[in-house]
């Protein structure tokens, strides 16, 4: 009978009840220890052998890390609180429909009812090469296979990039950044909150993360300020089938206007780097101006300043400058900007 040596590593399987317990554990093994969430993208890393922790700390079990709870300004979401459960929570769906748009259109109806919302925003990139296992720089090797004259760069960064070009897949992280939220993490030095935007790390401050998270840290739960509730909003995301696909780019904004007169706005972008990119210098551009298709065009080509594209994504660029345009302006005139997303 055939012998099947390749078998996925065995590794110790840890199924805490409490938050201090999984601290407990995370502690204890340090790097040697794997957050396992939904599995949605920690199973793609273990079974094609390219990460082969000795503990997995499974957070199933964790109830206190599920739910949508009201807080004393907006809501808070536990980190294991599915994506579908976000969707359908009447109210993200009545305040903070932002979030729910993003999070609807993630994958397939069966990755959302399994994959979480903490495991969405600090999952890993999708660059192929280093998905496949080869030692680029953000494997800890010297060269970027995707940077390469030959290198399969349409999904790619144009902004932002430092030697790694890779970019952050998450459809919830940009409309988290435009809600304004905070990310609760438990870390051996205690509790930290810190805003959504800073969450996310470019490979210029650390090329082998995507997020801040270090070894022994937990994501416990993201908080939405009733700030932005019931503001216009905007989601869309462009991707290459309608069904089943991680985003080419997508982009959300926030905006309360006072007759045509933008008051307040936050724009957020992911697909063009490897943090999901804040649009500040849009935001303030645009703060003040009438919200109409020359302020849309105006907001555009700011976004992209900088943008420098790689062999094969150079459509990035006015991909990008539309996106940002109809964030402002909303798709269809005389619409409000939610509206349009809604009707489209
Ligand atoms: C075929 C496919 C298509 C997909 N398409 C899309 C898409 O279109 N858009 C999109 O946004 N996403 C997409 N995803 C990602 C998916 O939505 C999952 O949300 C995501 O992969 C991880 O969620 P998870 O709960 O399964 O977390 P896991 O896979 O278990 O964890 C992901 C990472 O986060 C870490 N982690 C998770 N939770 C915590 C926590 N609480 N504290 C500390 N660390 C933590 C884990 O250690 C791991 O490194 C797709 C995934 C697949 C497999
Ligand atoms: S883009 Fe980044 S992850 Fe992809 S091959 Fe280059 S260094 Fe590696």
Redesign the pocket.
Known sequence: MAVIRDVMAAFELYQPTSVADAQKLLAQHGADAWVLAGGLDSFDWLKDRIRKPKVVVDLSGVEELRGVRTAADGIEIGAMTTLTEVVNHPIVKEKYGLLAQSAEVVASPQIRNQGTLGGNVSQD?R?W??RAG?P????GGNI????TPDGRNRE?AILHAD????VNPSDTAPALIALDAKFVLRTPKGERVMDAEDYFIGPDLDITRLHVLQPGDLLTAIRIPSMWAGAQFYFEKVRDRNVWDFPLMNVASAMVTSGDRIERVRIAVNGAAARPLRLKAVEDAVRGQAQNSATGEMAGKLAVQGAIPLQFNAYKIPLMRNLVKRAVVGRGAGMGAQEATWAS
């Open positions: 990139t660059c090469y280093y080869w680029c720089y953000r494997a970027c296979y995707a940077d790619h030697r790694c070009v890779a």
